[in-house]
């Protein structure tokens, strides 16, 4: 019988087949027999097995830390943008929900100028409909332009160093901030206004009414959507309903808030006389 001394990595598959063996009987010796079918024995070093299998599982794992980088990397960007503001305006470091309006800013924006005073926070939406931010409550902004065919309104972003060119605002936000509360005081003030507003000898306007006063009564709702409105309802009830504080000389009013309403009354005396020849 004689001996030959082959390679590793020539005889991978015959390693392959003695690997069983060399594992089980735990030999520490430098260099194992292993016969074969034609009865020549081949002695296979296990140093140069050992140091060979370390290189390649050295190797595999290379690889895997290479795989795994370009995995962990991708193509995502990563921002270091952590959120801006100013006296008016936030802007988060993140994009928060979108709404189901996507790409509003591919429509039509004509200029309209209008004031938006916030009385909460109002979100702000970048172009593709993500809330990027708030308007501070308390605070006011121009609003330059609205879309045609959507209820969105945008303005230039006036915080630098960010993404964003426009900030985009829905438009129920306006009625919103226009809202205002009105007070029984308030009601006074623009009828006694109304009353001293006329040519001729002013009347006389006395804090609590005399038992000899006729009344005049209507309600009003405590809140509305701007001040318009509001003005418009104290004009018609001062001259269009049939009723006119320019026709006498001698008032009183009163004011009961009343569930979300408010009571006016109208207390007057001393017809003017010119106003019966006038009309």
Not at 244 to 254: D, F, L
Request: net charge negative.
């Amino acid at each position: 019988m004689k001996k030959r001394i082959v390679s590793i990595m020539a005889l991978s598959l015959v390693v392959t087949m003695g690997a069983v063996s060399l594992t089980g009987c735990g030999t520490r010796t430098k260099a194992t027999d292993i016969t074969i079918e034609d009865g020549d024995t081949i002695i296979v070093d296990e140093e140069d097995m050992e140091s060979e299998a370390k290189t390649e599982a050295e190797s595999e794992s290379d690889a895997d830390e290479i795989t795994s980088t370009e995995v962990i990397g991708g193509d995502e960007t990563v921002s270091d943008f952590t959120g801006a503001e100013n006296e008016s305006i936030v802007l988060y470091a993140e994009k928060e929900e979108q709404r189901k309006y996507l790409d509003i800013y591919d429509f039509d924006y004509l200029e309209n100028i209008r004031t938006l005073s916030a009385t909460s926070d109002i979100p702000v939406y970048d172009g593709a409909g993500f809330n990027v931010g708030h308007i501070k409550n308390g605070s006011t902004v121009e609003v330059e332009e609205m879309a045609e065919g959507i209820a969105w309104s945008r303005f230039k972003n006036p915080i630098e160093g960010t993404e964003y060119d426009y900030l985009y605002v829905m438009n129920d936000n306006f009625v919103a901030s226009n809202q205002i509360t009105v007070s029984g005081t308030d009601i006074v003030e623009k009828l006694t206004y109304n009353m001293n507003n006329r040519a001729y000898e002013l009347p006389t306007i006395l804090e609590t009414p005399t038992s000899d006063m006729e009344v005049y009564e209507f309600r009003i709702p405590a809140t509305y959507t701007n001040e318009v409105d509001f003005k418009d309802d104290i004009y018609f009830y001062s001259y269009d309903n049939g009723f006119s504080v320019g026709s006498y000389m001698t008032y009183a009013i009163e004011t009961i808030e009343d569930g979300g309403d408010i009571i006016c009354k109208i207390f007057y005396k001393d017809l003017y006389e010119d106003w019966v020849e006038n009309q």
